[in-house]
Nanobody, 128 residues
């Protein structure tokens, strides 16, 4: 079992920055794929940024150029650097992890949207 715990959330004004961290009890093949999701009140959960152990990253259009996801396997930590924050970034942010799945087409492990492990979340609030 992998347990994940987020930190670094808080309240900032628009244009400010925050760095979220997600520490795991272990980082191994079970955490090959990791991601940050967010959920705002009354809205569906949204995948914000993904990263795998091959270094591939992906971002939702709303955060491209402002957010950066990174991972330090030695420290068992996933990060999300958030710059130029906007009020619409207000949400609870969750980190998730999964082993991914082997793709015969791609001939490598690929990530999908169904993550097995999830943290409790950290609140990010951005005021105008």
């Amino acid at each position: 079992q992998v347990q994940l715990m987020e930190s670094g959330g808080g309240s900032v004004q628009a244009g400010g920055s925050l760095r979220l961290s997600c520490v795991g009890t272990e980082f191994n093949y079970l955490t090959f794929c990791m991601a940050w999701f967010r959920q705002a009140p009354g809205k569906e959960r949204e995948e914000v940024a993904t990263i795998d152990d091959d270094g591939r990253t992906n971002y939702t259009d709303a955060v491209k150029g402002r957010f950066t996801v990174s991972k330090d396997n030695a420290k068992h930590t996933l990060y999300l650097q958030m710059n130029n924050l906007k009020p619409e970034d207000t949400a609870i942010y969750y980190c998730v992890a999964d082993r991914g799945m082997w793709s015969e087409v791609a001939r490598r492990t690929v990530c999908h949207s169904n993550y097995h492990y999830r943290g409790q979340g950290t609140q990010v609030s951005v005021s105008p």
